[in-house]
């Protein structure tokens, strides 16, 4: 995007002869010397945002003067914010927010039903007659939201996923940025991915590689699973929503295989979860917070002990199939009070708003050894054969006076970038080394590996992943961090796994950096 400015006007030779193209405002500076002529294509109470021949140009509102049909209000002029995407975001999360939002800034929040697929929620400033924004919220699915912020009919995307390739190179080619940089988008609230089952199922627990059969076909009688001879009902999403994409993204495409066609497709996670919890030979797949009477199965495999989705599984990344939640931002400028907004969405304040409404918050915890005793006899029973007791003596003298903290960071399938909910844990441990709200003296990244090579060379790329976490926070510091506190990195290799090695999901388990504090 170009920026224009009126106290750079001088930079310009010429003048847009009102009229050319069907323009439908113009903009005069104050000394009459410089006017733009265009189609006004958004206004933020500060910026204006015009469509000219010399292309998109930013003009500051404080420099001129409008005239024109589509010139705004100056007055009671009402910032408008368009968001599209995800229902469960825009009907959960999204409302939470704005609610705390509008507590904290002492405004009124008002919603209303514009039509069948879009609310609106209005927020209000005492002594004022219009409102102060709109926010409108197109429900749909995590598709639907990309393709409208692509065509201009969103500002803000609501996805359960991170945004592919081709969505990306589409965005861009739009003019609205790469929407992958760091800012254009951010993790807001943590869920997970789980297979449900209803109450009075004989199933307990369930590993990935049988989940991935089940859902394509390969598996359809739960004979195949030790159960009772009966065919296995198969429940899943809507296709094209955020958690159907999930689905085909970490456990179908990781498995390499498809959907069967016997599935049954809901479009509504209610009714999924209501159509298992009444079935007892019936399995789907829901969010954590959706599965409301159903039972959640543990994922497990031939070694480790079984992962469950649990709020402190789901914000270490130890649970597998986590399922971040996602504000995706085009390279503009916002109105104010939609900055204001997002600005909130990270706070200490949201976070418990997130908590409140059901979800996981990303405020950052701190777990002692003394609660991690089956991790720690796990890497005892199941630590690979060349891991000897030294490595484990040194790994276990090394982190028993420190305190685990719940942000940590795993990694993009054959990849050393850092997964989309590890990348936010990097900025948020930044932020607090800058804020100085980490309370500690020493950091110690931990960086482990997966079993596959040796062990002596899974020990060095368990320490240059650390390392390399470890430079990520120090170069997303604001200011450097304090001599008071010691820094350092260290690598256990395969030392303590948290799944089996015989899958790539449990690979990408166990590959990670761990962040201890003390």
């Known amino acids: ?132 924004a709109r926010f409108f919220f197109d429900v749909g699915t995590t598709d639907r939201g990309f393709s409208d912020l692509i065509a201009d009919r969103a500002d803000i995307v609501m996805a359960l996923r991170e945004m592919r390739e081709a969505e990306r190179e589409a965005a861009e080619a739009a003019g609205l940025g790469d929407l992958k940089r760091t800012r254009r988008s951010r993790v807001i609230a943590l869920d997970a991915m789980v297979p449900v089952v209803a109450p009075d199922s004989v199933m307990r627990q369930v590993s990935l590689a049988d989940m991935a059969r089940i859902l394509s076909g390969e598996i359809s009688n739960w004979a195949q699973l030790g159960g009772p001879d009966a065919p296995i009902a198969l429940h899943v999403p809507e296709a094209g929503s955020g958690l159907a994409q999930a689905v085909e993204d970490q456990i179908l495409k990781t498995a390499g295989v498809d959907l069967t066609d016997t599935a049954i497709r809901h479009n509504r996670i209610h009714d999924l979860t209501a159509a298992v919890a009444k079935d007892p030979f019936s399995i789907g797949v829901a969010s954590k917070t959706s599965a409301h009477g159903t039972r959640a199965l543990p994922l497990t495999g031939g070694c480790g002990h079984p992962l469950a989705a649990t709020r402190q599984s789901i914000k270490t990344e130890d649970y597998p199939l986590n399922m971040p939640m996602f504000l995706y931002l085009p390279e503009r400028r916002l109105p104010r009070i939609a900055r204001q907004f997002l600005a909130y969405s990270q706070s200490p304040e949201a976070q418990m708003a997130i908590r409140d409404a059901g979800y996981v918050d990303q405020t950052a915890e701190t777990l002692p050894v003394g609660v991690q005793g089956d991790r720690l006899a796990n890497a005892v029973v199941t630590g690979g054969a060349e891991v000897g007791l030294e490595e484990l003596q040194r790994m276990i003298e090394t982190l028993r006076p420190l305190s685990r903290l719940s942000l940590s960071v795993r990694f993009e399938p054959g990849s050393s970038r850092p997964d989309a909910q590890s990348r936010a844990n990097i900025q948020q441990l930044a932020q607090m080394l800058d804020a100085g709200t980490l309370q500690a003296r020493k950091v110690v990244f931990a960086g482990f590996s997966d079993g596959d090579g040796g062990a002596v060379s899974n020990a060095r790329i368990a320490l240059r992943r650390a390392q390399t976490v470890r430079n990520a926070v120090i170069a997303a510091l604001e200011a450097p961090i304090p001599d008071s506190i010691t820094v350092t990195a260290e690598g256990f290799g395969e030392a303590m796994p948290m799944a089996c090695d015989d899958t790539e999901w449990g690979r990408k388990v166990n590959r990670r950096v761990e962040i201890w504090v003390q």
Not at 65 to 71: V, Y
């Open 1 to 132: 995007m170009t920026f224009f400015r009126v106290a750079v006007a001088a930079l310009f030779s010429v003048t847009v002869a009102t009229g050319a193209f069907g323009q439908d405002i113009t903009l005069t500076s104050h000394d009459g010397k410089v006017e733009v002529t265009g189609n006004l294509l958004s206004f933020d109470g500060e910026f204006y945002r015009v469509d000219t021949q010399f292309g998109t140009l930013t003009v500051d509102g404080s420099g001129v003067t409008c005239e024109g049909p589509a010139c705004p209000n100056l007055i009671d002029f009402v910032a408008e914010v368009q968001f599209s995407g995800s229902s469960v975001m825009a009907e959960t999360v999204l409302p939470a927010l704005i609610i705390g939002f509008a507590r904290q800034e002492d405004l009124t929040a008002t919603p209303a039903r514009v039509d069948e697929d879009t609310f609106v929620y209005e927020l209000h400033q005492a002594g004022r007659s219009a409102p102060l």
